[in-house]
């Protein structure tokens, strides 16, 4: 069973910075594609970000140049930086692997807000 975690959401001003990471309970971590995901009231899930295990990256148009998406193997953990904050990026964010299926995390909030 995988279980993705995640952490670092939060209430935070427009322009302002946030760090999510998650923690996945998977051995063979690193040789997983890792994605950032997230869904805004009343929107469909989309897709923010990913990263192969070879560290390859693919954003979405609408943050590139503002977020970054990393990953450390050894702590089984990817990373999203999210600089430049909009009120457009209020969302909740979900991690996710494909690991024989889909697995995601439950989210956490990002609110972008003056």
């Known amino acids: 069973q995988v279980q993705l975690v995640e952490s670092g959401g939060g209430l935070v001003q427009p322009g302002g910075s946030l760090r999510l990471s998650c923690a996945a309970s998977i051995s063979t971590f690193g040789i997983y594609t890792m994605g950032w995901y997230r869904q805004a009231p009343g929107k469909e899930r989309e897709l923010v970000a990913h990263?192969?295990?070879?560290?390859?990256?693919n954003y979405v148009d609408s943050v590139k140049g503002r977020f970054t998406i990393s990953r450390d193997n050894a702590k089984n953990t990817v990373y999203l930086q999210m600089n430049s904050l909009k009120p457009e990026d209020t969302a909740v964010y979900y991690c996710?692997?494909?690991?024989?299926?889909?697995?995601w995390g439950t989210g956490t909030l990002v609110t972008v807000s003056s």
């Open positions: 996710h692997v494909f690991f024989g299926r889909n697995y």
């Open positions: 990263i192969s295990s070879g560290g390859s990256t």
